[in-house]
């Protein structure tokens, strides 16, 4: 069976907590985050969060298993995508070290038209005391951040983009394209004061990573959200 088929059987059939789950073996699990749900618990949420749903579906509901997941990386609560989590220390420390290799690729609308439609945003990204992210003129205050990118389609003043994340900075898109003057649709912390969502318009579309012990290179990708086809007054998909 083809990765895609299987893909297809898995997150039809396997959704705990509404994440899809896109693929599964003994080493990792590559899921779909709705937006709205944590990645990782905090203080105020220790439950309602994906690493917390996957610990349970692993565990078949028995708290005394030692089965668990390992985050690998993260995606912003009003985010959403794909997601890996890996099944041991020895996978998760192999996917991280190798986070520089892994493609990442997002989908986004933002306000207005970017001129021109494709091409990289590169300055170097920099964090205050508010937790506010901003690029800095000078580079030994911030982080060389490039984000690529394409516009798609355009439609009611917004613009669909195809964003390659070459460096994968806290906020880094959100403040690229907001610095621009093209803010994303939803984004309450770096875009406009009255929204035209009601959250960020920001996905997770498709990855690329080697597995961490058969060498092969896994590649998933998911199709346009339903609220962003909404947006663009588009057909849902179905």
């Known amino acids: 069976m083809d990765h895609q088929r299987q893909n297809r059987r898995l997150a039809t059939k396997r959704q705990p907590g509404g994440l899809a789950i896109h693929y599964e073996d003994k080493d990792l699990l590559v899921v779909e985050k709705p937006a ?10 220790k439950t309602r ?3 917390y749903l996957l610990n349970d579906y692993v565990r078949k509901g ?9 985050v690998v990386h993260r995606l912003d609560q009003d985010t959403s995508g794909l997601l890996i989590f890996a099944k041991s220390e020895q996978a998760k420390k192999f996917l991280q070290e ?8 997002y989908l986004a609308i933002v306000h207005g038209r970017l001129v021109p439609g494709a091409g990289r945003i590169t300055s170097s990204l920099a964090e205050n005391a508010a937790h506010n992210v901003y690029s800095t003129p000078d580079p030994a205050k911030g982080k060389l951040s490039h984000t690529d990118y394409r516009e798609l389609r355009s439609a009611k ?3 669909l983009l195809e964003i390659h994340l070459v460096t994968g900075r806290k906020h880094q898109i959100r403040v690229h394209f ?11 912390k770096y875009g406009q004061d009255k929204p035209v969502a009601r959250r960020l318009a920001l996905h997770a579309s498709s990855i690329s990573f080697t597995h961490p012990f058969n060498g092969r290179t896994l590649h998933f990708a998911t ?16």
């Open 62 to 70: 028995n708290p005394k298993s030692r089965n668990r997941v390992y």
């Open 157 to 159: 003043g917004l613009s």
């Open 49 to 51: 969060t994906a690493h």
């Open 223 to 238: 199709g346009l959200p339903d609220d962003f086809a909404r947006l663009l007054g588009e057909p849902l998909n179905r």
């Open 178 to 188: 907001a610095e621009r003057g093209h803010p994303l649709v939803g984004d309450k």
């Open 36 to 45: 709205g749900l944590l990645t990782v618990g905090t203080d105020s949420n």
């Open 98 to 105: 190798h986070w520089a290799e892994t493609q990442k690729h």
